[in-house]
């Protein structure tokens, strides 16, 4: 409804920490609330179904993984994906994060930055321009290709 996007910001206010226990792969195109929860440097603790072990991973590099054996979780900027898909696993990394609190602070921090970089409107909306122009480039080669393999000789 109206207004509702300027709410979102004051009910996130006091969050420390989300946790996204989605299973579901085919359910979690994409996860739309954990953008916006990470835009408010909150730390997520998902499973990574779906597009939320896409973007997660994207927005790190491979030598900054790290695994957290109590939890059997992979840590990324921005949250932790638990690896052991339980509600033991979900627990132990959330228990981990509520009782570290720097590294709630850091994964915050880490979140929001991922976001600005990745997912910020005018950036997104050069790469869909990006995009549509490779396609419209791509359709006029292909049909200048196709006038000249039915040309008579």
Not at 7 to 28: C, I, K, Q, T
Not at 45 to 63: A, D, K, W
Not at 72 to 83: E, H, K, M, R, S
Request: glycine content about 8%.
């Amino acid at each position: 409804g109206e207004g509702e996007g300027e709410l979102l910001p004051r009910h996130l206010a006091g969050w420390d920490l989300a946790v996204n226990p989605s299973l579901r792969a085919w359910s979690e195109t994409f996860c739309i609330a954990n953008i916006e929860i990470m835009s408010m440097e909150i730390p997520i603790i998902s499973f990574g179904v779906g597009g939320i072990g896409e973007y997660l991973v994207h927005n790190t590099q491979e030598q900054n993984r790290q695994t957290n054996t109590a939890a059997n979780a992979t840590i990324l900027p921005g949250g932790i994906v638990v690896d052991d898909i339980s509600s033991k696993g979900l627990a132990d990394a959330t228990i981990s994060l509520i009782q570290n609190s720097s590294e709630r602070l850091r994964y915050g921090q880490a979140a929001r930055i991922a976001i600005k970089t990745h997912f910020e409107l005018h950036a997104q909306m050069e790469k869909y321009q990006k995009l549509y122009s490779a396609l419209v480039d791509e359709q006029e080669l292909m049909q200048s290709v196709a006038i000249t393999n039915t040309s008579p000789p």
